[in-house]
């Protein structure tokens, strides 16, 4: 689904590095949402946000914060990497009005070393 | 808060069986139950949902199954096909508002 990007698809860093994942969308939504995808463990909820003003922790938030500069972005920062936070994060979007379908974005494979 | 577990967490199926994934959640308030399809490499992806006022929809090959009672759920594929092989997430949601509670996931695997 084209209308829900995420920049960089794939990415190294090294521990204790700051690093931003970036969401963006054009379908319009007003809820935004970042998971991480581990082998075995499903799909976690790190933050969630219903709109500009308001963010939500998740069930994984340690070592994460968030930031919604607009309805259409909603950008991921782990503030120190460390490598358990190696993972596959996913960016998801839904209406706030037939709110129930979550659309995710593409995907950043990240690999902390 | 909800736990989803799902099983089993690998399914290997010959292409023209069925193939049926179970799960089970703890909050008797969950009142939503989608399950999502990611093939390899892809994002997961809506198949099918099924509301806790309903015990059962199907779509064309695809199926939900609910039963309240026992708190479980489960995904049935008949006449299943190679492009049937992806990994299968369930999840369940307490509420409007609340945010959806993943299953662990199932890699189903079709052989031709």
């Known amino acids: 689904d084209a209308d829900v990007t995420q920049t960089p698809r794939n990415r190294i860093t090294k521990t204790g590095k700051r690093i931003m994942l970036e969401c963006s969308q054009t379908?319009?939504?007003?809820?935004m949402y970042w998971y991480r995808q581990d082998p075995g463990l499903g799909l976690r909820l790190i933050y969630y946000?219903?709109?500009?003003?308001?963010?939500n922790k998740g069930e994984i938030s340690d070592g994460y914060s968030v930031s919604r500069q607009a309805q259409a972005k909603f950008s991921l920062s782990l503030e120190s990497a460390i490598p358990n936070q190696t993972a596959l994060y996913f960016c998801a979007t839904s209406d706030s009005i037939v709110q129930e379908t979550q659309y995710f974005g593409p995907g950043t494979r990240l690999l902390v070393l | 808060g909800e736990n989803v577990e799902q099983h089993p967490s690998t399914l290997s199926v010959q292409e023209g069986d069925s193939a049926v994934i179970k799960c089970t959640y703890s909050d008797s308030a969950s009142n939503y139950f989608p399950w999502y399809k990611q093939e390899l490499g892809k994002r997961p992806q809506l198949i099918i949902d099924?509301?806790?006022?309903?015990g059962e929809k199907k779509d064309q090959r695809i199926a939900v199954t609910l039963n309240k009672t026992a708190k479980h759920f489960s995904l049935h594929i008949t006449e299943t096909q190679p492009e049937d092989s992806a990994v299968y997430f369930c999840?369940?949601?307490?509420?409007?508002?609340?945010?959806?509670?993943f299953g662990g996931g199932t890699r189903l695997m079709v052989k031709p």
């Open positions: 379908k319009g939504h007003d809820r």
């Open positions: 946000s219903f709109d500009v003003k308001d963010i």
């Open positions: 099924i509301r806790s006022n309903v």
């Open positions: 999840a369940a949601r307490i509420g409007a508002g609340n945010m959806l509670t």
